[in-house]
């Protein structure tokens, strides 16, 4: 049937209201687009659920330079040997045959805010109508004295996936008895508040199952206090006695520099020489295809809105995971593959008209201190006040019976198996 001119008329008011509401005109034209910048617990997730949920409306291109993601979270338990390397790494294939999402696999050089695109390393672009940025954390490598990118190799940090992860499990494996491993924690915010101490509780299992009962670990903190203390510092020395050594900033004074030849770290109270190794987790800030979108300030992390997860600078950008402010939400794969879930219904919400329901946050974060011992902190979350705030926390405690920690670490096993699942499958 020709179309009349009232016809006419109705569609082009139809486009108007679409475009006035920041919604792409559907009537005739092409679907939605949204591009997701970084295949991690954030990303990967909003990519599926976004194409999943969209009703077919919406077109994802998941933008990843990697051919396989290596997950950060249970690398510890890899380092400790209760894992092997290939139990932390993940494909996309499913999730580009299941849900029909395009995999650009190339960095994202740039976003054009003014543009709305999305420039990959080649100079294409990608143009979009949301984006979804999920590009984790950056490294501050003069945030320590005398350290830097071209020392992580000498003193590593583990805290990026990849050769980090391994090398960590191979400085470990060449500790002497009788030697020293030197970690340096992080300041505030970072990426896995428990992680730096669990990695301490995997050295020392380590150590004392191969028989190198006189090596040391000691931690060197910026922190006065740090994430499941309570609960760690018992277990620590019901299960490893002396081994683990941790030192806050009013004993130790300071970190006044590294030297990355010479193995050595000085404090204001102590200089420790020729360490069997040194793990530098240094400060940390939102990746830099964030920061230099202008979504942060300058060495900083990325501010949201609560309700929605986007961006407070740009209403058509959401930023997840480690890259963003969340309130009392830790930097966690679980919190990351939560606020996905928020983002996606939002997006599908206003780009295919799908229901939207109020934004509800969980997180759970387990450590391994022994074999069979395993702890857990928590909450539920909500926006409140202009930001994610608990509602409800949860947290292990000392003295617990053995059979309480077995059941935490099977926990433990079993969410990273269902996560996995519901990110990469």
């Given amino acids: 049937m020709t179309p009349t001119r009232r016809d006419l008329v109705a569609a082009s008011g139809a486009v108007l209201a679409a475009a006035t509401l ?44 990697h051919e396989v993601y290596q997950s950060c979270f249970h690398s510890n338990l890899y380092i400790g ?9 993940h494909r996309y294939d499913a999730l580009t045959a299941a849900y029909g999402i395009t995999l650009a696999r190339q960095r994202a050089a740039r976003i054009e805010r003014d543009r709305k695109n999305v420039v990959l390393a080649d100079g294409t672009r990608l143009p979009y109508d949301r984006l979804v940025l999920s590009p984790g954390i950056d490294l501050k490598y003069d945030s320590v004295p ?16 990849g050769r980090q992860t391994l090398l960590i499990r191979e400085k470990l494996d060449a500790v002497p008895d009788g030697g020293t491993i030197v970690m340096i924690a992080p300041p505030n915010p970072y990426r896995c508040p428990p992680g730096p101490y669990e990695r301490a509780s995997m050295f020392a299992h380590v150590l004392k199952s191969t028989g190198r009962t006189k090596a040391r670990v000691v931690i060197l903190d910026p922190k006065d206090s740090f994430s499941k203390q309570g609960v760690f510092m018992p277990d620590w020395e019901k299960r490893y006695g ?33 360490c069997a190794f040194v793990n530098v987790i240094p400060a940390q800030m939102a990746g830099a295809v964030a920061r230099e979108a202008g979504l942060a300030p300058a060495g900083g992390y990325c501010a949201i809105d609560p309700a929605t997860m986007k961006s407070t600078v740009d209403p058509a950008v959401f930023v997840l995971g480690d890259a963003c402010i969340a309130g009392d939400m830790p930097k966690s794969a679980f919190s990351a593959n939560n606020q996905a ?12 008209g799908e229901p939207a329901f109020p934004a509800r946050y969980f997180n759970t974060c387990w450590s391994l201190v022994a074999p069979d011992d395993a702890i857990k902190v928590g909450g539920r979350y909500e926006p409140r006040d202009g930001r994610i705030a608990a509602t409800e926390t949860f947290i292990s405690q000392p003295g617990e ?9 099977a926990e433990n096993l079993a969410w990273y198996e269902a996560i996995s699942a519901d990110i990469f499958t």
Wanted: negative net charge.
């Fill in 242 to 274: 002396t081994m683990i050594e941790w030192l806050g900033p009013r004993v130790h004074d300071g970190i006044k520099s590294v030297d990355p030849a010479k193995g050595t770290v000085v404090t204001g109270f102590e200089t420790y020489e020729n």
């Fill in 22 to 65: 920041g919604m792409p005109a559907v009537l005739g034209q092409a679907k939605a687009r949204v591009v997701v910048v970084g295949g991690g617990p954030g990303g990967a997730t909003a990519a599926k659920y976004i194409a999943r949920d969209g009703g077919g409306r919406i077109a994802v291109t998941l933008v990843e330079e």
């Fill in 401 to 409: 019976s053995d059979e309480v920690r077995r059941q935490t670490q």
């Fill in 341 to 352: 879930k928020v983002a996606a219904m939002v997006a599908c919400s206003e780009l295919a």
């Fill in 81 to 89: 040997g209760f894992k092997s390397y290939e139990q932390l790494l």
């Fill in 146 to 161: 005398g350290w830097s990118q071209d020392a992580e190799e000498i003193m590593p940090h583990g805290w990026k996936p």
